[in-house]
Each structure stands twice: as C-alpha cells, then as structure tokens.
C-alpha cells in the first residue's frame, strides 16, 4: 500500500513539473491527410485559373496584285529584242505612242547593245518629237550618231534638226543640215535639208 501510494505521487509530481500531457499522438495517416488537404485545395484553385480562352486566329494579310505596270514589263521582257522592236513599231504605225514610248524604253533597257537596242535612239527621238519633248529627242538622235549604223544616220541627222528647230537652236540646225547634205548627199532627206537651209539663209545671224 505504501509503495502504490509512493508511486502515485511520483507521477502527480512528474505532471506538475515537467507538464506531460497525456493524450494519444496522431497518427502518422491523419497528419499526412491534414497536410494533403490545403494542397488539394490549392491544386483546385489552380486548375480554375488555368482554363484556356479560345482566341480566334489572326486574319491573314491580303495578297497584293502586281500593278498593270510592274505586269507588263515582266511579260514584255520575256520577248526577245526583235519581237519587242516590231510590237514597238507595230503600236507607232496604229498612233499607239505611249505603248510604242513603253516598249522602246523597254528595249533600251534590256537590249542596250543588240542592234535593236541601238536602232531604238531614233525610234525615241522621232516620238519625243512627236510629243513635244525636243530636249529628249536632241539625246536620242546624238547619241544614235555616236554608235548607230551609217546607213541610217541620215534620219539621225534629220531628227536631230527638227528638235534643234523646235528649240529655236537655229545655228545649231544649219550645222547639223548641212553636215546632213555632204556627208549624205544620196539620201531622201537631202531635199528637205536644202529646202530648210534656204529657210534659214535670212537668219543667218541668228542662234
């Protein structure tokens, strides 16, 4: 009896100073569920906040014709020098001059060096006269004396008088007539060349 009383306050003691408590611990599946619940809690809050929004695609630029300029001149460069000449000298015989001013500049362009390409300076020249435009017609017809054949230099040199003409370049004319006549005394543009020169004779003076 002694010793169970003994005992009993050994233990009273034991609670009030150390503070045991005595209740069962948790077990180790309880802890772990507490701690997973927050974490499924969260995992739902998530899974909210990540719903995809169908977004519509971006409508695609339009597609842009190439210009009826850009157009012709890459059908026409695939013509050979020749064929560009005759449609260009085709379109000037039908009163087309700004498809036969297209076409020949075309020339140029492509066929610098092709006799084509060299014969076009006065097929230039005579529809920059055509169309007032003297100053482009004067390099035409210069540049054509330059490298163009003999053989139509003549029309080069007659060309070339008539936008010095419309110039009022009238010195300047006379020379160029009359290099025409003694260079090219055969030609059919003689008799036109004189006619002007005796046109010119009572201005003599002048520039």
Same mark, same amino acid.
């Given at each position: ?44 809050? #998530?899974?909210? =906040? ?28 695939? #013509? ?9 000298? #085709? ?40 169309? =007032? ?69 009572? =201005?003599?003076?002048?520039?």
């Amino acid at each position: 009896m002694a010793l169970a009383l003994l005992m009993a306050g050994i233990t009273t003691a034991s609670v009030k100073v150390f503070g045991w408590k005595l209740w069962p611990r948790e077990s180790t599946e309880a802890r772990g569920a507490a701690k997973a619940a927050p974490e499924r809690s969260r995992a739902k809050t #998530l899974a909210h =906040d990540q719903h995809l929004l169908a977004v519509s695609a971006e409508p695609s630029l339009p597609t842009l014709p190439p210009t009826p300029s850009a157009s012709a001149v890459i059908a026409r460069r695939k #013509l050979s020098a020749t064929e560009m000449f005759a449609a260009a000298k #085709l379109a000037r015989a039908q009163g087309d001059s700004a498809e036969a001013l297209r076409l020949s500049k075309q020339i140029e362009e492509f066929f610098p060096n092709s006799p084509e390409g060299i014969d076009t300076h006065v097929t230039l020249g005579l529809l920059y006269l055509e169309l =007032d435009r003297a100053e482009l017609a004067l390099q035409e017809f210069a540049t054509f004396r330059h490298i163009g054949s003999p053989e139509n230099k003549a029309e080069a040199y007659f060309g070339q008088a008539q936008a010095l003409r419309k110039l009022a370049r009238n010195a300047d004319e006379r020379t160029v007539l009359t290099e025409l006549i003694v260079n090219y005394p055969r030609s059919s543009y003689v008799a036109a060349a004189r006619t002007r020169l005796s046109e010119l004779l009572p =201005d003599a003076g002048a520039r």
